[in-house]
């Protein structure tokens, strides 16, 4: 057999999911060419498979594990604290595959990258070249800063510090008064992302590259909101959790239909929501008409993820912060809007009967979705039907 062939044939076994997991140990050596690397990297594992990658002492083997999207994670949690810094940090980096829905790594995980004194053995990169790899990889979950914010580690008080709208009003106040002298400093110069006075004050020195983020993220006092109307930069406002009542109905009433677009769905849109029900443009009184079945952020960000991210778009998804509740998805699975019902058949916790419902959907998006977020065993048979 040709070395060659013989690279084909190993590889067919690694990716076989019937071969056992003995067979598939005997891959991961470097005898076996890229076969036990590509497998390493790229499939399911067995538990035992699993063992023998995370000892291996090849650290290639242990590098392509720790991009695996396909095993869970909590199972590559000994890889955080690996001997060589570039395995921590592939970990820290996540798969190169970019996928749509970002895979959040487990807390645990996450506290030994930033708890680390050092970045491995070897010595070739820094803990904060591995913190950066995290935080570019989208790991981290939006919930995250505020499990930490009473841990009793000061690094991760820290970090919860500055990630201060994550938190909670009593989070905050017990972080400007932390023991911990650097968390307090750093409680205090993150406080001004929600004191509008401080945010006008701060705003000239910010830079044009971060304006756009600070007016649509931040507490914006009334004369920034003015000067972004006489500007017409009025689009981080659409987007921006804090504006005023008053600010969202002239922008309800914007001429440009896609700012009316982006408020339409908001939670804390008044009565102008009505308004725009009978609005000119189609995509408005769509999102419109669903404004009444949100109420809460956490719904809203259920509902952005369908309506802004349709099936064309490539951009990561990373999980929320907080999940609607189920009723709230059960009740958007008997909707008469279309959009409501492929939130609900996008939720992997919706029961299997609302799933087995939504996938006789005459939406066929709504039907895709179901199928998707269905077992294994019950999509075979839903295809089948």
């Not at 084909?8 to 076989?16: M, V």
């Not at 590559?76 to 829905?101: E, M």
């Not at 725009?276 to 719904?299: C, F, G, H, K």
Request: charged share 25%; proline share 8%.
């Amino acid at each position: 057999m040709s070395d060659s062939l013989r690279e084909l044939w190993l590889r067919g076994i690694a990716f076989n999911a019937a071969a056992p997991a003995d067979v598939l140990i005997r891959l991961v050596d470097e005898a076996a060419g890229e076969a036990g690397l590509l497998m390493c990297e790229g499939r399911d594992l067995p538990d035992a498979v699993i063992d023998a990658a995370l000892r291996h002492p090849v650290e290639r083997i242990r590098r392509a594990l720790a991009r695996n999207l396909h095993v869970d994670p909590a199972r590559l949690a000994p890889l955080a604290s690996d001997p060589s810094g570039l395995v921590r940090a592939y970990l820290a980096g996540g798969t190169r595959l970019q996928p749509r829905w970002v895979r959040p790594l487990p807390d645990d995980i996450l506290v030994t990258f930033l708890t680390a004194q050092e970045g491995g053995e070897d010595g070739r990169v820094t803990e904060k070249d591995i913190v950066g790899e995290l935080w570019s990889s989208r790991q981290v979950p939006p919930s995250f800063p505020r499990d930490m914010a009473g841990h009793d580690h000061p690094a991760l008080r820290l970090y919860a510090a500055f990630q201060w709208q994550s938190l909670t009003a009593a989070q905050r106040n017990a972080l400007l008064d932390d023991p911990d002298p650097v968390v307090r400093k750093a409680a205090r110069e993150s406080s001004w992302v929600l004191d509008p006075e401080a945010v006008e004050a701060k705003l000239p020195s910010i830079g044009s590259r971060n304006t756009w983020f600070v007016l649509g993220t931040c507490a914006l006092s009334p004369a920034v909101v003015e000067q972004c109307f006489a500007d017409d930069e009025v689009h981080p406002l659409a987007r921006n959790r804090h504006t005023p009542a008053d600010a969202l109905a002239r922008l309800a009433r914007h001429p440009d239909a896609e700012i009316r677009r982006l408020v339409a769905t908001r939670p804390d849109l008044g009565p102008e929501a009505a308004e725009l029900r009978q609005d000119p443009d189609e995509n408005v009184r769509m999102r419109a008409r669903l404004q009444p079945s949100i109420r809460t952020w956490a719904e809203f960000q259920a509902v952005q993820k369908v309506v802004d991210h349709g099936p064309d778009c490539t951009c990561p998804i990373t999980q929320p912060a907080t999940e609607p509740s189920p009723n709230w998805y059960a009740t958007c699975a008997a909707s008469e809007e279309p959009v409501l019902r492929r939130v609900a058949a996008s939720w992997p916790g919706l029961s299997a009967e609302l799933v087995e419902t939504l996938a006789q959907d005459d939406d066929e998006e709504v039907l895709i979705r179901a199928v998707l977020i269905a077992s294994h065993a019950e999509r075979q048979r839903l295809l089948r039907s």
